[in-house]
């Protein structure tokens, strides 16, 4: 079985207010989060779950809020001595475009999105204006985007699990490591959303859906089974893996 160790880099950042996280709490709060495609390192590919932005905001006082470096796609995967060209599979937790910006540059890739962000990268509701189709026409067109149905094994020890909570085709990538089993969350929260402070779990809540979410009480279920079953959580948009550090290393 497959056994990766995931590395996050950030490939972007929002500046907004931190109730678009914390859905019902902390309204009228700036929070800078970051944006993430995060590389996984071993099982005999090359894989990036998400893609980023093309031109990221790269400012000083953006990356001093989130304790890392913000990079273009192809300084993130210098570190790693990779290029764009090198990647093999990409894994799409969503198809919003801060998610998928640069899937054009990834030339070789086999590219993996839910049915339901497809037809809503094309046609979304009005609701949900994060959607622009023209970061993932090159990919459709080419035949490098692949279409799934629902919980997908895509390699050993690799696994997208269908987590319809932001999104109706979120995927939340399911990843073994040497330390234990990650999830890379299909739906956009922080660490706050998993572990709410005592004022949100004095009124039984053990979880924050997302601020943006299809079903509320849905999401709120979701991320419990999410919760329970990962030993490594990985919150679509926590800030605390912006230094870079490898995560899974046991």
């Known amino acids: 079985m497959g056994k990766y160790v995931i590395h996050p880099i950030v490939l972007g950042s929002k500046e907004f207010d931190k109730g678009m996280m914390t859905y019902q709490f902390d309204y009228g709060t700036p929070y800078t989060i970051p944006i993430y495609g995060w590389y996984l390192?071993?099982?005999g590919k090359k894989v990036l779950v998400d893609t980023g932005e093309i031109r990221p905001v790269q400012s000083a006082a953006r990356e001093a809020a989130l304790g890392g470096t913000i990079h273009t796609l192809e300084s993130g995967l210098a570190q790693y001595g990779l290029t764009p060209a090198d990647i093999d599979v990409v894994i799409h937790t969503h198809?919003?475009?801060?998610?998928?910006?640069?899937d054009a540059y990834l030339e070789n890739a086999v590219i993996y999105a839910h049915e339901r962000e497809l037809a809503h990268v094309s046609d979304p509701h009005p609701l949900d204006?994060?959607?622009?189709?023209?970061?993932v026409e090159d990919v459709i067109d080419s035949g490098q985007m692949q279409a799934i149905t629902g919980d997908t094994e895509i390699l050993p020890g690799l696994r997208m699990v269908h987590t319809p909570a932001h999104t109706e085709g979120g995927m939340s990538v399911f990843v073994d490591t040497p330390a234990g089993q990650a999830v890379i969350t299909g739906f956009c929260v922080i660490n706050e959303n998993f572990f709410p402070?005592?004022?949100v779990t004095a009124r039984e809540m053990d979880v924050i859906p997302p601020g943006t979410c299809v079903n509320p009480y849905a999401a709120y279920d979701i991320m419990v089974r999410v919760k329970k079953a990962a030993h490594i959580l990985l919150p679509l948009h926590e800030p605390a893996f912006a230094s870079g550090a490898p995560i899974g290393v046991k």
Not at 95 to 102: A, G, I, Q
Not at 129 to 135: G, L, S, V
């Open 129 to 135: 204006f994060r959607y622009n189709a023209e970061y």
């Open 41 to 43: 390192e071993g099982g």
């Open 197 to 199: 402070p005592k004022a």
């Open 95 to 102: 198809l919003h475009n801060d998610h998928c910006e640069n």
